[in-house]
């Protein structure tokens, strides 16, 4: 059974740094392309990034691009997510996901497995 | 950039069918994914490439995608159904782009 736990939210000021985990466990990690998706507090979702399977390639939304890096470590089968200078606007359930099988980068993609979502809220 | 444009709220009634559009420039062109999302859970993939049912999604629930709108069909609804439900798609400007979500009610 494929399972995704995020870790590692919590309460930081704005301009502060946090970074997140999400463990995975159920498939072959370092075989799949890995994404964040973020959710504000009663708002829609909104993909954050992704990162190929050796961590060659990444792709950002604009919002978070120079703030956010993803990252990944196949051998302990996580991916990460250092997010610097955060603001307000940057609070929401942070979600890891799966992208399908033979995904090739920048192309068409979807989430059948999320994780359940850690909260990082950014506040003073 | 591309935008996905989906209704507020839909109503049905207990066992009819409910129809939720998602609307989009030539979306017809490009896959359409869905999603049902209850209160304080992650999102479920209901429907992948337009039509696609993924393992464990009853029949009751199917896609259609053509010119300017993409529709995610609920037969027989369920109050188990009431959820928020979003459309995504691919677009190389984005990447990725969801819909804003619509709010399922089942009366």
């Known amino acids: 059974e494929v399972q995704l736990v995020e870790s590692g939210g919590g309460l930081v000021q704005p301009g502060g740094s946090l970074r997140l985990s999400c463990a995975a466990s159920g498939f072959t990690f370092s075989s799949y392309w890995m994404s964040w998706v973020r959710q504000a507090p009663g708002k829609g979702l909104e993909w954050v990034a992704n990162?190929?399977?050796?961590?060659?390639?990444?792709y950002y939304v604009d919002s978070v691009k120079g703030r956010f890096t993803i990252s990944r470590d196949n051998a302990k089968n996580s991916l990460y997510l250092q997010m610097n200078s955060l603001r307000a606007e940057d609070t929401a359930v942070y979600y890891c996901?799966?992208?399908?099988?033979?995904?090739?980068?920048?192309?068409?993609?979807?989430?059948?497995?999320w994780g359940q979502g850690t909260l990082v809220t950014v506040s003073s | 950039s591309y935008e996905l444009t989906q209704p507020l709220s839909v109503s049905v009634a207990l066992g009819q069918t409910a129809r939720i559009t998602c609307g989009g420039n030539n979306i017809g062109s490009k896959n359409v994914h869905w999603y049902q999302q209850k209160p304080g859970q992650a999102p479920v993939l209901v429907i992948y490439r337009d039509s696609n049912r993924p393992s464990g999604i009853p029949e009751r629930f199917s896609g259609s995608n053509s010119g300017n709108t993409a529709t995610l069909t609920i037969s027989r609804a369920q109050a188990g159904d009431e959820a928020d439900y979003y459309c995504q798609v691919w677009d190389s400007s984005t990447p990725v782009v969801f819909g804003g979500g619509t709010k399922l009610t089942v009366l």
């Open positions: 996901a799966r992208d399908p099988p033979n995904y090739g980068g920048n192309s068409d993609t979807w989430f059948q497995h």
């Open positions: 990162i190929k399977q050796d961590g060659s390639e990444k």
